[in-house]
């Protein structure tokens, strides 16, 4: 009886842990999906960024459409440098994001595939990781490794931070650009 005490407050305690070290250390694993709502957000480990869903001020007009998207943390007035579904938003504020098969991938209340990072070629046997850096890079890559799969300043929105680079990657073979957003409270992707 005791040892089933101590297995089950085991049990409890390591779960309790894992959902804090999610919420406040970033890491995101392939043995643990995050739910994400209006609320739970991920927070780079400085506190100076955070990952979550949001609405834009004025989306009413248009019904929900919640994005997920990195915004500086300590700025009162949310500044979004980074957005995933930009042409896929969710109708509700809840969607979770697992690191799938190589991937990141985001889905709706339905499970439905909302945005995914589309990495190919990797066999997925190492542990990956995903994680919120403090200067904004929100990446996927091996626990052990310095180097990405994937990494959100290779797909930029509209906003450009330090560390970023636009142009052509001749190892990877892919562009990265500025893309605007339709319009000042719509996300996706613009014209410019």
Same mark, same amino acid.
């Given at each position: 009886?005791?040892?089933?005490?101590?297995?089950?407050?085991?049990?409890?305690?390591?779960? @309790?842990?894992?959902?804090? $070290?999610?919420?406040?250390?970033?890491?995101? +694993?392939? /043995? !643990?999906?995050?739910?994400?709502?209006?609320?739970?957000?991920?927070?780079?480990?400085?506190?100076?960024f955070e990952l979550g869903l949001f609405k834009p001020d004025s989306s009413s007009r248009d019904g929900n459409r919640w994005y997920l998207g990195i915004w500086f943390k300590k700025i009162p007035?949310?500044?979004?440098?980074?957005?995933?579904?930009?042409?896929?938003?969710?109708?509700?504020?809840?969607?979770? @994001?697992?690191?799938?098969? $190589?991937?990141?991938?985001?889905?709706?209340? +339905?499970? /439905? !595939?909302?945005?995914?990072?589309?990495?190919?070629?990797?066999?997925?046997?190492?542990?990956?990781?995903?994680?919120?850096?403090?200067?904004?890079?929100?990446?996927?890559?091996?626990?052990?490794?310095?180097?990405?799969?994937?990494?959100?300043?290779?797909?930029?929105?509209?906003?450009?931070?330090?560390?970023?680079?636009l142009g052509w990657e001749r190892r990877t073979g892919r562009y990265s650009f500025l893309r605007?957003?339709?319009?000042?409270?719509?996300?996706?992707?613009?014209?410019?």
């Open positions: 009886m005791m040892t089933d005490r101590c297995y089950s407050f085991l049990v409890i305690f390591v779960i @309790i842990s894992a959902t804090c $070290s999610l919420a406040d250390g970033t890491v995101l +694993s392939s /043995t !643990v999906p995050f739910t994400l709502s209006r609320n739970k957000t991920i927070v780079s480990h400085g506190d100076v007035t949310r500044t979004y440098v980074w957005v995933a579904n930009r042409d896929k938003p969710l109708s509700i504020p809840v969607g979770t @994001i697992r690191v799938l098969k $190589s991937n990141l991938v985001l889905f709706d209340q +339905s499970d /439905t !595939v909302v945005w995914s990072t589309n990495v190919t070629g990797e066999d997925g046997r190492s542990p990956l990781v995903a994680k919120l850096l403090d200067n904004g890079n929100f990446v996927l890559g091996y626990s052990n490794a310095s180097e990405y799969l994937w990494q959100s300043f290779d797909f930029p929105t509209d906003t450009l931070i330090p560390g970023m680079k605007s957003w339709k319009d000042i409270t719509d996300p996706s992707t613009g014209d410019f």
